[in-house]
T-cell receptor, first 114, second 112 residues
Framework: AQSVTQPDIHITVSEGASLELRCNYS??????LFWYVQSPGQGLQLLLK??????LVQGIKGFEAEFKRSQSSFNLRKPSVHWSDAAEYFC????????????FGAGTRLFVKA | KAGVTQTPRYLIKTRGQQVTLSCSPI?????VSWYQQTPGQGLQFLFE???????NKGNFPGRFSGRQFSNSRSEMNVSTLELGDSALYLC???????????FGPGTRLTVL
């Protein structure tokens, strides 16, 4: 069965510091991979997605993620965190068999220190 | 272009009642998916509708049902509410061209 693991429940970084959020997935075929961000009381916003091709994908708000098939990972990175990045981040996987039935990780809550 | 809208935004019900939540997708989007978000179980996929047909289904009991209308608007119904149904219910719409979901702000359901 498909699954997504985000090992870190919460992470605290200082403003201006770099950020890496970890994500590991379990899926038999080539997955569709996503990172979403959710601010308190809000819906989900897509940061970036990977379907195929270049394994380093660029997203919005200065985020990027790298797909590593050998490690079944899709880690999210940002070189310099801003206070407005404080939110919950979700890694997700979906299939290519038609339509959506997205499986989400448990999420990582990001706190940003001034 | 207007985003995905969900109504109502907040709802309080008592155990045993039923509830209907509504989702209006982005204009031109024909796929609507529903997700339940709780602190304990996280984000879980309920079902997806495309062109008025349920295309994918998650692992939820039959008390959870949905439908989609010809204008792509979707409703989700939960019958015989239980305390554990308290959650944020998120709706997402998508176009097959872009293969990306756009989420609404959610409906916060509280069951007392």
């Amino acid at each position: 069965a498909q699954s997504v693991t985000q090992p870190d429940i919460h992470i605290t970084v200082s403003e201006g510091a770099s950020l890496e959020l970890r994500c590991n997935y379990s899926y038999g075929a080539t997955p569709y991979l996503f990172w979403y961000v959710q601010s308190p009381g809000q819906g989900l916003q897509l940061l970036l997605k990977y379907f195929s091709g270049d394994t380093l994908v660029q997203g919005i708000k200065g985020f990027e993620a790298e797909f590593k098939r050998s490690q079944s990972s899709f880690n999210l990175r940002k070189p310099s965190v801003h206070w407005s990045d404080a939110a919950e981040y979700f890694c997700a996987v979906d299939t290519d068999t038609g339509g959506f039935k997205t499986i989400f990780g448990a999420g990582t809550r990001l706190f940003v220190k001034a | 272009k207007a985003g995905v809208t969900q109504t109502p935004r907040y709802l309080i019900k008592t155990r045993g009642q039923q509830v209907t939540l509504s989702c209006s997708p982005i204009s031109g989007h024909r796929s609507v998916s529903w997700y339940q978000q709780t602190p304990g179980q996280g984000l879980q996929f309920l079902f997806e509708y495309f062109s008025e047909t349920q295309r994918n289904k998650g692992n939820f009991p039959g008390r959870f049902s949905g439908r989609q209308f010809s204008n792509s608007r979707s409703e989700m119904n939960v019958s015989t509410l239980e305390l554990g149904d308290s959650a944020l219910y998120l709706c997402a719409s998508s176009s097959p061209i872009i293969n990306e979901q756009f989420f609404g702000p959610g409906t916060r359901l509280t069951v007392l």
